[in-house]
């Protein structure tokens, strides 16, 4: 994993931000027009929002150490190695569809890839093991990210994200020992407290989102 690269291009984009502040005035135009499911304090509604969108792109080096980790300790990188590399290359070596997507604003499309990669691999990790390989919640911040980006741009994003894990983690990746015991692992105690530094990225920065089984 080549973190380090995605920390010093988002820390590029960051001090281009302090400039013409081009995300913020992206997401201060977003304001007027964000789904009613989401929901942001009164008051500083736009630094909130922008609090949001930094943490979610500067998470994602952080979560990606993270399950090279986990999956370097259970002794599944070869099942998992090669989706966090693809997550990498969306940072390092984006898709052509990101063409001319520059600074903040364009690192929020590749952040959402990243979080979308993973969210999906957790999806294959609880249909075969019933467990996620990351207890990390993202949903709501990626449907909160999916909505500012915007339809259909998000739509094919999420299809750049299927296409890329079209082969990768099939059922065979799965029936490896070296997973099979890692499901033991999962609801331990120790790896339940390893991960209750992530709480819900959305919550933790007050953008609350609406969902409808909630009414």
Do not use: K
């Not at 002794?75 to 520059?102: D, K, R, T, W, Y």
């Not at 999420?158 to 059922?171: I, S, Y």
């Amino acid at each position: 994993m080549n973190t380090a690269a995605i920390r010093q291009l988002i820390d590029r984009a960051r001090q281009h931000e302090a400039g013409s502040q081009p995300l913020a005035q992206f997401l201060q135009a977003q304001l007027e027009r964000l789904h009613p499911a989401i929901r942001l304090p009164a008051e500083n509604a736009g630094a909130t929002l922008n609090a949001f969108v930094v943490a979610y792109i500067e998470q994602v080096p952080d979560v990606l150490d993270a399950a090279a980790a986990v999956a370097r300790e259970a002794g599944i990188e070869a099942a998992v190695g090669p989706v966090l590399q693809l997550a990498e290359q969306f940072f390092l070596q984006p898709p052509a569809l990101l063409n001319g997507h520059n600074g903040l604003e364009g690192l929020l499309d590749e952040a959402y890839l990243a979080h979308r990669l993973v969210e999906e691999v957790n999806d294959r990790y609880i249909g075969h093991l019933g467990q996620p390989l990351i207890p990390l919640d993202t949903t709501r911040a990626n449907l909160i990210a999916h909505q500012l980006i915007g339809e259909p741009f998000a739509n094919q994003l999420d299809e750049a994200v299927h296409h890329a894990l079209a082969g990768l983690l099939d059922d065979a990746s799965f029936a490896q020992p070296s997973v099979q015991a890692y499901r033991e692992r999962l609801a331990a105690p120790g790896t339940v407290a390893a991960w209750q530094r992530w709480p819900c990225l959305s919550q933790q920065l007050g953008v609350e989102l609406q969902l409808p089984q909630e009414r």
